[in-house]
């Protein structure tokens, strides 16, 4: 495997996820580890309707915008890997208590056209780093428009209403769950399924995405 890793390095050489730089090796450059749009502190965490908290490390801006692009549209499905460090250490960081750990899913539409569902490889990664088990405890019953597509708070909410719905109940009831999602802007995607799962019997809801708006 070691061989099998070493010529794929000479064919297809390491850059960075971020700026596309080559590395060397990783998925990281030194000037993206320093200078990346980084949360901190309180700037970490948010509060949105039935989620307790949710956390983010890097601000959706730049690099890490353009990046984030590339890995839900443009096949760099390998991106999970770098940034389930940056989520793990965030989910450590803040201090988060989860029994479970699930995502908010694609649509099978969407999930036929792109292949993956960007935010399930987070979940998976997250989950196998701190040794959790991840389920999928949610199923998309609608295919709305994206989010992206939609200007302001409020027509987000709507966007969202009724779009999701409990894949099974059973796990979820009475667990302390941690929900993962690529980005979060508004909250409303995140609020709509935690608040799916409280209804399924969730003890609790917390969140966990990649990036976060600087304004939100």
Not at 65 to 93: N, Q
Not at 155 to 168: E, H, I, K, Q, T
Not at 176 to 187: A, E, M, N, P, S
Request: charged residues 25%; hydrophobic residues 40%; positive net charge.
């Amino acid at each position: 495997m070691r061989l099998l890793d070493a010529l794929l390095e000479l064919v297809y050489p390491s850059r960075c996820a971020f700026c596309r730089r080559l590395t060397g090796g990783g998925q990281l450059c030194k000037s993206c580890a320093a200078e990346l749009p980084r949360t901190e502190g309180a700037l970490q965490r948010q509060s949105f309707p039935h989620v307790e908290l949710c956390v983010a490390p890097l601000y959706y801006e730049g690099d890490v915008r353009r990046s984030l692009l590339r890995y839900k549209f443009g096949g760099m499905r390998h991106y999970w890997k770098i940034y389930c460090e940056f989520l793990s250490k965030c989910v450590d960081g803040n201090e988060i208590s989860c029994d479970i750990i699930t995502w908010t899913p694609l649509s099978r539409r969407r999930l036929r056209r792109r292949g993956y569902d960007q935010a399930r490889l987070l979940a998976e990664g997250l989950a196998a780093r701190l040794g959790l088990e991840c389920a999928p405890l949610l199923k998309k019953v609608r295919d709305n428009p994206a989010q992206s597509s939609m200007g302001g708070a409020a027509r987000r909410r709507a966007n969202v209403s009724g779009v999701y719905a409990a894949l099974d109940p059973e796990r979820a009831r009475g667990k302390r769950v941690l929900l993962v999602d690529d980005i979060v802007t508004t909250g409303a995607t995140l609020s709509e399924c935690a608040a799916v799962l409280r209804r399924a019997g969730a003890k609790s809801v917390s969140a966990a995405a990649v990036a976060r708006r600087r304004d939100q």
